[in-house]
């Protein structure tokens, strides 16, 4: 990286301002509705491909191969769903919502008004105490063995369950939500009785049935009806384990500052990563962090422009999710960096 003579050293650097002219952000932050439903179309095409095929050739070769592409396009739609959060995804507002409720959210069990409520939170407090995803970034670094039994955790299902359970006690009101670790516990029935948690439940829970249902029912429609439970299973193994990588890739073992060129990172994916742990480009995370505003199809030109301006931190550009879980699994958990270097 070969940095301007003129230009602030990358530990004197607080915003993407500094390095980018206005003109660069504008075009940086341009919306599509185009390039929009072409990520919509991408997830869902690999989805429903991989539920076709293994209906009408089912292996075992087809059906982990299934698991681990409905597991990776799961976490694309829970991606377009945080693009929807920042209102990002489409360039029409209703498009944006609707599609981001409905098609993005409701799928993979999530909600996103209360999700976006959350995320910009963590916008806003990243890596500080107040962070709600700071319970993401604590555990590590860890021991080989601490990160081999969390990611055993998730591949054979227990991660996926607590989920489940979580999320009912969430969509009826007995818990806080979060999309992350540390919800409180509520009580609806002496808030509003038994009618409240009615309501609550087919305000949360009706999306998530609509469209599973819908799912579920086109599968059984065209004759492979089994297939559905491979989309229930993925949800339960290969989605949890890749939520978890992503989530590890972005901010564990990054600096407790409020500087953004400091507590997140951007990490290098191959094609396996981009149909697994990265989709929709989400693994240019510094580069969200500094402009969250800017789409997912945009992130690869920011983040040329930020490297061929030498601003982004060596410490803070991982060559592959290899390299991470090198990182994450190299020491005592708690031992993060303070600040810069």
């Known amino acids: 990286m070969n940095q301007r003579a003129d230009a602030p050293s990358v530990a004197e650097i607080e915003s993407v301002r500094e390095v980018l002219s206005v003109e660069e952000i504008r075009s940086l932050t341009e919306l599509s509705d185009w390039a929009g439903a072409r990520a919509l179309a991408v997830s869902w095409g690999i989805s429903w491909g991989s539920l076709v095929v293994t209906g009408l050739w089912p292996s075992a070769f087809t059906v982990v191969l299934a698991l681990v592409l409905l597991g990776g396009r799961q976490l694309g739609l829970s991606i377009l769903m945080h693009e929807a959060s920042h209102r990002s995804l489409f360039k029409t507002r209703a498009l944006n919502d609707v599609l981001g409720k409905w098609l993005c959210a409701a799928p993979v069990w999530s909600r996103l008004p209360a999700y976006r409520i959350h ?63 540390g919800a409180t516990r509520l009580d609806p029935l002496a808030e509003g009785g038994v009618s409240l948690v009615l309501r609550r439940a087919v305000q949360n829970f009706g999306p998530v049935i609509v469209m599973n249902a819908l799912m579920a029912g086109t599968l059984w429609w065209a004759g492979i009806g089994w297939t559905y439970a491979l989309w229930v299973g993925a949800y339960m193994t290969t989605f949890s384990l890749f939520l978890r990588l992503r989530a590890m890739a972005e901010h564990a073992c990054t600096s407790m500052v409020e500087n953004p060129f400091w507590h997140t990172r951007t990490t290098y994916a191959n ?44 410490e803070r550009f991982a060559r592959g999710y290899w390299e991470v879980l090198r990182l994450v699994s190299a020491g005592r958990a708690g031992a993060v960096a303070t600040g810069p270097g």
């Open 271 to 314: 094609v396996v990563a981009r149909l697994t742990v990265a989709p929709h480009n989400v693994n240019y995370h510094l580069e969200h962090h500094l402009l969250m505003t800017v789409p997912h199809q945009s992130l690869p030109r920011m983040h040329g422009l930020l490297m061929a301006r030498g601003v982004i931190p060596r």
């Open 119 to 181: 995320h910009l939170q963590h916008h806003n407090h990243a890596n500080s105490p107040r962070d709600p995803d700071l319970g993401l970034v604590t555990p590590f670094p860890a021991s080989k063995s601490s990160v081999a039994r969390k990611l055993a955790r998730d591949l054979f299902g227990v991660t996926g369950s607590r989920r489940v359970v979580g999320l009912v006690a969430m969509d009826l009101g007995f818990l806080t939500y979060t999309a992350s670790s």
